[in-house]
Nanobody, 116 residues
Framework: QVHLVESGGGLVQAGGSLRLSCTASGSIVRINAMGWYRQAPGKQRELVATITSGSSTNYANSVKGRFTISRDNARNTVYLQMNSLKPEDTAVYYC??????????WGQGTQVTVSS
């Protein structure tokens, strides 16, 4: 079993920045791709950004140029640097990790609120 723990969420004014972190722990064989997703009230969960073990990245169009995903493989940690935040970025942000062969794990989520 792998556990993901997120941190770094909070309340920020529009135009501000936040940095989310997510660390995997437990019976880890190998963490492959990791990512961040978000879910706003009344909406479906959507992809924000993903990063492979080789650090190839992919971003949702809505966050390109504002958010940066990175990872520290030695610490099994993924980060999401969020700049120029907008009220529409308000959501619960979830960390996701693909481990071993076919296992997918989710964190408990961290709230990000951007005030206008």
């Amino acid at each position: 079993q792998v556990h993901l723990v997120e941190s770094g969420g909070g309340l920020v004014q529009a135009g501000g920045s936040l940095r989310l972190s997510c660390t995997a722990s437990g019976s880890i064989v190998r963490i492959n791709a990791m990512g961040w997703y978000r879910q706003a009230p009344g909406k479906q969960r959507e992809l924000v950004a993903t990063i492979t073990s080789g650090s190839s990245t992919n971003y949702a169009n809505s966050v390109k140029g504002r958010f940066t995903i990175s990872r520290d493989n030695a610490r099994n940690t993924v980060y999401l640097q969020m700049n120029s935040l907008k009220p529409e970025d308000t959501a619960v942000y979830y960390c996701n990790a693909h481990e071993g062969v076919g296992y997918v794990y989710w964190g408990q989520g961290t709230q990000v609120t951007v005030s206008s």
